[in-house]
């Protein structure tokens, strides 16, 4: 297959996954729901898999939490997957990256993303410290948000003010990424910038050279 078919066929998949996700979003639907339940379990098991290292995420996942969720899409039409499911998987998700090595009291991500990725002076420590802090605060607000998300899913009366906080912490956390940049840089002159971290973390090769 040449390169530019790969890129058209690269392109159409990911129209045909934006769409789906839209009519998920867009139509209420026991079938939709089950469809999302399935689309959102395959990429959280695949992240846990070639991300996180864990192998048997996956089976587990896709075996158990498959056939619960299309159980629950069509016998309890009155939860709420979209998009809260969704929420969940990705808070939990930045939740492990951020705590698993700190709890451990190993190296932790951003201390591994700077000296292996950005590669700059090496870290002092008490720039170390303010990285170990940076990862308990990423960790709390996956934490937050994916419970918040959770009991928003199963009751209803408290979905507008999930909503609410959700794109409230969401707002947050892209002002903290920008700031959190900006302190290390003028407290600790650190020559990292966060539109240098965004671009490493869209890269493919990156993830492969952490140990999360």
């Not at 969940?88 to 090595?101: C, E, Q, R, T």
């Not at 940076?134 to 607000?141: D, E, F, K, S």
């Not at 302190?183 to 869209?202: C, D, G, N, V, Y």
Request: glycine letters at 6%; a positive charge.
């Amino acid at each position: 297959m040449t390169g530019n078919a790969v890129r058209w066929t690269s392109h159409l998949r990911g129209a045909a996954t934006a769409a789906l996700l839209l009519s998920c979003w867009w139509f209420a639907s026991p079938l939709l729901d089950a469809v999302f339940i399935l689309f959102t379990l395959h990429v959280f098991s695949v992240f846990l898999r070639d991300i996180c290292g864990l192998d048997k995420a996956r089976m587990i996942l896709l075996g158990f939490g498959g056939p619960l969720g299309l159980f629950l899409a069509f016998w309890m039409p009155q939860l709420h997957f979209v998009p809260y499911l969704a929420v969940i998987a990705i808070n939990l998700s930045m939740a492990y990256v951020f705590g698993h090595n700190l709890l451990r009291q190993r190296p932790n991500i951003l201390l591994q993303f700077v000296i292996s990725l950005h590669q700059g002076p090496v870290p002092s420590a008490e720039f170390a410290a303010y990285l170990r802090q940076q990862c308990a605060v990423w960790l709390g607000i996956g934490l937050c948000a994916s419970m918040l998300a959770g009991l928003a899913l199963f009751v209803e009366p408290l979905r507008p003010l999930a909503n609410v906080i959700l794109i409230t912490l969401l707002v947050a956390q892209a002002l903290w990424f920008v700031l959190s940049h900006e302190i290390a840089r003028m407290r600790f002159k650190r020559p990292e910038t966060w539109q240098r971290s965004l671009h490493l973390m869209m890269q493919p090769g990156t993830w492969e050279k952490l140990d999360i």
